[in-house]
Every structure is written in structure tokens, then in C-alpha cells.
């Protein structure tokens, strides 16, 4: 992910001190984080779900793309310099190559979640236990309803979508 920060101008520099908080789970802000330098933790609800220090790396990308709350919370392991945009919508729809590289790294964190859970579904469909209703989940999310998204440019948007 280190061809976003070719991209990332406009963008605010910030020295966090370890252990700082930048993102709450469940908070909505509508700013995105791109990590310069440092390590930080995500953490939903009380389970650490991963340490991260690629630089490069971008947080609160879900939030602004489905404009929901946060999933996680996003805090400074050590001391850390990020970028951050207040308005990452706009800089979303300024930057379009910066919108494509999220998308890729979506897809690619998709692929592997899909492949994971195809996988737990294959081992386990005949146990009979929790784990058994993984092709659920795996059908679930292949089948959400389409969502009311805003348009990735200013322009007039295509009336047949």
C-alpha cells in the first residue's frame, strides 16, 4: 500500500503519542488515516484483530466508502505519524488512483475472507456444529441487497444505474 502515500496530498500530518485513539468503533467521523510511520492496533470490541505497521496503510476506509460507523477501533501502538483527511469523500473523488488502490486492497482482504470461509465450510460441513453454517454466511454475503451509494465523481451519474 505504499503507492497511496504518492497520493496523499492535502492531506494533514499527525504525531500521535502511543496509545492514542484515532478511531472509535461505533464513532462516525468521515475522516481517513494513511500510516507514515509507526505501528498501530485494531481492535474490535475487546479482541485485537491486527497490528500494523506498513506504511501506507489506510484506516477508516470502510466507514467513509458505506457511510456507516466505524467497525474497529484504530489506536497508536507506539508513537506514529499518519496523514489524515477530514473529508475523504472529496479527497476520494479528487484522487480517483487513491480510490482504486483501496478497492484493490478491499477485494484482495474479500478474496481472502471468502477463500477462508470456503474452506472452514468444506471442512466442517458434516459436523453438525456451528461451523456447519459457514455456507450461509458464505451465501449471505454474496447475496446483500445493493446499498444506496453516493457516486464516485461529481458528474452526472448514469441513469440506467
Avoid: W
Amino acid at each position: 500500500m505504499r503507492a497511496i502515500l504518492d497520493h496523499c496530498t492535502g492531506g494533514r500530518r499527525r504525531s500521535l503519542p502511543a496509545g492514542t485513539d484515532f478511531i472509535e468503533e461505533g464513532g462516525k467521523t468521515g475522516h481517513l488515516f494513511v500510516l507514515l510511520e509507526g505501528k498501530v492496533e485494531v481492535v474490535k470490541g475487546d479482541s485485537l484483530v491486527a497490528v500494523i505497521d506498513e506504511p501506507g496503510a489506510v484506516f477508516g476506509e470502510m466507514s467513509v466508502l458505506l457511510d456507516r460507523a466505524h467497525s474497529a477501533k484504530v489506536r497508536t501502538a507506539n508513537d506514529c505519524v499518519l496523514y489524515e483527511f477530514d473529508d475523504a469523500a472529496s479527497f476520494l473523488r479528487q484522487q480517483p488512483a487513491v480510490a482504486l488502490l483501496i478497492a484493490q486492497l478491499l477485494a484482495q482482504r474479500l478474496h481472502v475472507a471468502t477463500t477462508y470461509l470456503a474452506d472452514l465450510m468444506h471442512q466442517y460441513a458434516d459436523h453438525g456444529t456451528h461451523l456447519a453454517m459457514v455456507g450461509e454466511v458464505l451465501q449471505s454475503m454474496i447475496n446483500l441487497p445493493p446499498m444506496q451509494v453516493a457516486p464516485g465523481s461529481d458528474r452526472q451519474s448514469d441513469p440506467r444505474i
